[in-house]
């Protein structure tokens, strides 16, 4: 799986988007391939630098995440932090590959502080979202079993609260769509999407596709890191450290690169189980495959599951502890450094079918992280559980779907 030469397994076609096939659904390369190519231009580092300053679409919305987070510390008001991270992982992502914010961070803006705690004032894409999640939980069932499940599911599932969000993503994708130009030049998602020829209704599924995509897993991960972070004085004060020694380098704005803080990173992708279950691939016929002297033949179903992969102790010793210092190789990391780490990582896939999204989703977890510890927003926090929980399904779902911290 690793070279990507393995298809996606016929299952994948349970994740469909009602009669159009997504970029992440597709097991045919080629139809998958235009539509990559497409956007993926979208995702370069030069682009996702200039929108990481201040009046960009990711540096904005890290400031006002932040802001919000400070405010409740100041406020002492126990804080949602799954909830906020939701929040601004969604705004990151419609403003970003849709060139329109969705507003989470804004939507409860009339409302004071402690209102906007409390259990029943939650992003209002998340009926949308937990709805995906939700039907995640069948889809390694064959096609037909899933459909006749997912259809029962749906008619016992069915909330007026679950209609009301999907009204209002719809609403929100319709202001979307109002504004795009075919112009493979244009910048955003949709606009590149139509420019290579894809029909609007599908360019408007694939792009209402995305904002689960971006939104919901990026949440999960950054979740996870603060949350370890509020637990681990000795991880916060070393990246403190390291954050306000580091020195910044001249060249296009690039801001240093501080080992300690891809760690941090690296070690929440490596907890948050955002994808925990098994990405199955298909055997390429005529190509048996041997894996420590077992034979897999050619059209056998294959796959690797991050939670099996992240939680090896043989690479990662003490597996379900948070700590970043593993991923440096130096005399600090107290011998839990180990070779394969990096081939074990693989919160966002592997190979060609690998995630599309990666670079947003580090940019804006670096930027956030680096935010959120420089601020000292989370001295005298404490997490409200000593663990989160997650419900292993094709996504991984945060049980009570809140991860509290108060000071
Ligand atoms: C930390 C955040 C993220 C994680 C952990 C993550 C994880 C993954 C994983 C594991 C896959 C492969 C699934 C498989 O093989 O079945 C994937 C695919 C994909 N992701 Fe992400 N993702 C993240 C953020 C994003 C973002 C920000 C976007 C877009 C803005 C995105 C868009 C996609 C797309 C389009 C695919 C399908 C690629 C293909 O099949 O060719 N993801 N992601």
Redesign the pocket.
Known sequence: MAGGGFL?DAR?KNFNLGPVV?????IDTAY?DVR?KA?APL?SPARLREESSAQGSIGRHVADFLCQLCAFRQAGIKTDILDLCAKL?ID??SD??LGQPYGGLTEHAHLNLAERQTSDVKLSANGFIHAIVGFSRFSLLPNRLFKLVYFLSQKMGHSDEVDKSFRRIQEFMGEVMKCTKEDTRAEF?QDRLLASGISFLETTMQSQ??LF???D??A???ATIIFHLTRSTEARTRLLHDIRTALPTAEDNRKPDIPFLRACVKEG?RL?M??PTR???VVPPGKNLTIDGILIPAGAIVGCA?YVLHHDPAIFPDPFVFRPERWIDDERNCGLYRPHMERSL?????G???????N???Q??LETVVAVVDSEVLEGARTCEDHIEVIQW?NGDIKGHRVDIEW
Do not use: D, E, P, W
Not at 346 to 350: D, E, L, S, Y
Not at 352 to 358: P, Q, T
């Open positions: 996606k994948y997504s970029i992440f659904s597709s998958r990559a956007v995702f992982s990151v992502v970003y590959v998602y596709a995305i995509a971006g939104g897993s990026t999960v991960i950054l992708l948050g955002a994808n990405l199955t691939r991050a693989i919160a966002f896939g592997a060609l079918r690998a995630c599309l999204g990666k947003l989703a580090m804006q977890l094709f």
